[in-house]
């Protein structure tokens, strides 16, 4: 290693400097030492000066602190808790079904069968299609006693954006009847001599918005149209547009407006126009305890006017348990071929005329929604002017010749007084309970003897009971009635008999998708004739099965 020569003449110089302080010290004294006096510190006399703190100012002055926050939205991640039920017992969820078929027979002859199915595309488009034939035949027991019906309909919607929506439907029908009204014993009648078909087309649209607008405004624009033709060329023609627009105050309060025309036009060997003109202003108010619905009903028919009420007022005594409601209204009803025979089959429109007839009713009951059970009571008085009433007419080719029996309307001012309620009970979730009644106490025609045609009382009541967790059904019904007045081929007025129709029925899947069902209609045989000479079908039932897809 090599040294420096100035760090070692350094260190030489240092090592020597210290060798002479160590030698240059004398060696200390062995002797005692003596301590004549003990060391007394003391501090000279002062004056105590005394100083009392004070606390500054307070500064009472407010000063504005302006903060800026720039806004940064929070971000936090964390893992979706899993939920783990421990011992719940798990329930079956239904299948949804787009689809289902009906196919049947039975005795006296008949057929039935009946197919559905439901399609959609998305949240943009859904429709529907339907068909139905029904036909039965106890020609064996009572020559012509026979009809069939057919029926089907197409529909569709269409959701456009800005919440508006188009609807539309195309249906048709192809029913058929025979006039078996008439002395078996002594007369027959070929199938084209007793023939009656009713062909109608049905065309509907509407344009609507399929949610409410930011103003809390809802409208539909409705055209209808039906073309009805019969197997001896008449021809009726309606054609209805309804314009709706609704302004909701607060989300509940309804200002509604309505404006119709109502065109009918008939032609046989001449054309009869029934048309209506409404106005249907009305505002419903709702509260906590009660509904107030004021409106009217402005009705134009051949530049006559009338002003009918539409008032309601419903008070709910014990929430949805107990509502008293009451009220006024007015209409101008049609009677058309179309609604006149559909209600009766065996009319004879070349003697019946188109007419309104101009309703005024006032109305009061009870109404009420437990949940297990739901019912309504209602008393009403009406005034009917112009009331359609179906009068016996006996029809024949030649004169001298059999007659077979139609019928014919006949128009008057009834008064009524009617009491009917309703009910729906359900005990427990496989078994509901329902019925409705309706009795006329008055009905007093002021030119009539009677109110020919026309039922005084009419009841149905039924019972569904399902079983097997939802697999089987058991069905029950019973339909009353009392007679109807009529007059004979003598021009004397009777009263028909009364009708108790008991039916029962069920079904049963023995798969989820394929069952089987049977009916059993009329098991009193009651041969009720609902239209004079004309006995309803005595006990009958209908077997077949159903799918489901």
Not at 44 to 64: A, F, G, H, M
Not at 187 to 211: H, M, P
Not at 305 to 321: A, C, K, M, N, Y
Not at 467 to 491: C, M, P, Q, T, Y
């Amino acid at each position: 290693m090599h040294i420096q020569p100035k760090s070692l003449l350094a260190a030489l110089l240092l090592t020597f400097g210290i060798q002479q302080l160590v030698f240059a010290q004398k060696e200390l004294p062995a002797e005692n030492v003596d301590i004549v006096k003990d060391f007394d510190a003391r501090l000279l006399e002062s004056n105590k000066i005394n100083v009392s703190p004070v606390l500054p100012l307070l500064d009472t002055t407010t000063q504005r602190q302006n903060y800026t926050v720039p806004p940064r939205p929070l971000t936090v991640t964390y893992d979706a808790p899993k939920l783990r039920p421990i011992g719940l017992k798990t329930v079956k969820v239904e299948d949804a079904y787009n689809g289902y078929a009906k196919v049947g027979g039975g005795v006296p002859t008949a057929a039935y069968g009946e197919a559905g199915y439901y399609f959609r595309s998305g949240e943009k488009f859904d429709g529907k299609a339907s068909f139905r034939h029904h036909s039965q035949n106890a020609s064996r027991s009572l020559a012509n006693q026979k009809f069939f019906n057919n029926d089907g309909l197409i529909s569709a919607n269409i959701y456009l954006p800005k919440d508006l929506a188009v609807e539309g439907k195309i249906g048709y029908s192809y029913d058929r009847v025979h006039y078996y009204g008439y002395d078996h014993d002594s007369i027959e009648f070929s199938d084209e001599r007793t023939r009656q078909d009713f062909r109608t087309v049905d065309i509907g649209a509407r344009l609507y918005n399929s949610e409410r607008t930011t103003g809390d405004i809802s409208f539909s624009v409705a055209p209808k149209l039906y073309v009805l033709r019969d197997f001896y060329s008449n021809r009726e023609t309606g054609f209805d547009l309804n314009l709706t627009a609704s302004k909701w105050f607060a989300e509940k309060h309804p200002l509604r407006l309505t404006i119709r025309t109502d065109m009918t036009s008939f032609n046989d060997t001449v054309t009869q126009n029934l048309n209506n003109i409404y106005l249907q202003p009305s505002f419903t108010y709702h509260a906590d305890f009660i509904k107030v619905k004021v409106g009217a009903n402005f009705a134009s028919n051949r530049d006559v006017f009338s002003i009918f009420p539409d008032i309601e007022v419903t008070l709910r005594v014990l929430g949805d348990g107990a509502q008293l409601f009451g009220g006024l209204s007015g209409d101008l009803r049609k009677n058309t071929y179309r609604s006149m025979s559909e209600y009766n089959p065996f009319i004879s429109i070349r003697d019946s005329k188109l007419r309104n007839t101009r309703y005024n009713n006032y109305y009061a009951g009870l109404k009420g929604d437990l949940g297990w059970l739901s019912y309504t009571a209602q008393a009403m008085y009406a005034k009917a002017s112009d009331l359609a009433l179906f009068q016996t007419k006996f029809i024949t080719q030649r004169p001298g010749e059999p007659s077979i029996t139609r019928f014919r309307t006949v128009y008057d001012t009834v008064r009524i007084t009617n009491l009917q309620g309703t009910i729906k009970l359900v005990p427990f979730a496989a078994l509901t309970i329902s019925g409705t009644i309706s009795q006329n106490i008055i009905f007093d025609p002021a030119n009539e003897k009677q109110v020919w045609g026309l039922p005084t009382t009419e009841g149905d009541f039924s019972a569904l009971y399902s079983i097997l967790e939802g697999k089987a059904n058991l069905r029950g019904s019973v339909h009353i009635a009392d007679g109807i007045w009529f007059r004979d081929a003598e021009n004397i007025a009777r009263e028909g008999n009364i009708l108790a129709d008991l039916s029962i029925g069920g079904s049963y899947y023995f798969t989820n998708n394929i069952g089987a069902f049977l009916d059993v209609n009329n098991i009193l045989n009651n041969r009720r004739e609902r239209w004079f000479q004309y006995p309803t079908f005595g006990t009958n039932f209908l077997v077949g099965i159903t799918a489901r897809f």
